[in-house]
């Protein structure tokens, strides 16, 4: 099984509906990430966590929430979906300290 | 503010030949760099990384990558390409304390192609 697992992995809605996409991760890390990846931009961040208390936003926040409802898990929301939030999301975790990532396998949303 | 800069959003070489990705970076305080591979259909992996020791890392897949601060820079090279090292490669930075640690920012990635 994988360490850092996202449902679902593919999602096609339609503009104006929420959406909520979701991380769980089984490696014991304190910090989760969302980013999202389009062609040509790389990978952006959208929101970061480093403890369940703990939320920040990163560099495109706008359109988009998050709940850290446990060490675990980490889930992100898009309350009214719009065409230009069709991506690649990335959940990824790291345990403070050691400077290293890892990432689930991506969720592929489609907003028409 | 830090930021990654990718040269070449596409590379190709033949079976053999070195590969070479380009990487700056720009950061007002000692950076942790890092080098990720995202393989089709799959997240992303930790290829190597820098966090202060030795200026020359070498990582899985026969990958290395020098850390020279005179130029800002974290290439990627390998000196013999494989036809299973096609793939796209991220740079990413993240400061090594403070408020910022633990923050990665991503280049726009290369793809690496590599011909028979």
């Known amino acids: 099984d994988a360490d850092v697992t996202q449902t679902p992995r593919n999602r096609i809605t339609k503009t104006g509906k929420r959406i909520m996409l979701e991380c769980s991760q089984t490696?014991?890390?304190?910090?989760m990430y969302w980013y999202r990846q389009d062609p040509g931009l790389g990978l952006r961040l959208i929101y970061y966590?480093?403890?369940?208390?703990?939320?920040n936003k990163g560099e495109i926040s706008d359109g988009y929430s998050v709940s850290r409802q446990a060490q675990a898990k980490f889930s992100l929301s898009l309350e009214s979906a719009i065409p230009n939030q069709t991506a690649l999301y990335f959940c990824?975790?790291?345990?403070?300290?050691?400077?290293?990532?890892?990432f689930g396998e991506g969720s592929r949303l489609t907003v028409l | 503010a830090q930021s990654v800069t990718q040269l070449g959003s596409h590379v190709s070489v033949s079976e053999g030949a070195l590969v070479l990705l380009r990487c700056n970076y720009s950061?007002?305080?000692?950076?942790?760099l890092f080098w990720y591979v995202q393989y089709p259909n799959q997240g992303l992996q930790l290829l190597l990384k820098?966090?202060?020791?030795?200026?020359l890392v070498k990582g899985i897949n026969g990958f290395e990558a020098e850390f020279k601060k005179s130029e800002t820079s974290f290439h990627l090279t390998k000196p013999s390409a494989h036809m299973s090292d096609a793939a796209e490669y991220f740079c990413?930075?993240?400061?090594?304390?403070?408020?910022?640690?633990?923050?990665?920012?991503f280049g726009s990635g290369t793809k690496l192609n590599v011909k028979p």
């Open positions: 990824a975790t790291s345990l403070g300290g050691t400077g290293e990532l890892f």
């Open positions: 490696k014991g890390h304190d910090r």
């Open positions: 966590s480093f403890d369940v208390k703990d939320i």
């Open positions: 950061s007002s305080v000692p950076p942790y």
């Open positions: 990413a930075v993240s400061e090594s304390g403070g408020y910022n640690f633990n923050k990665f920012y």
């Open positions: 820098y966090t202060s020791a030795a200026t």
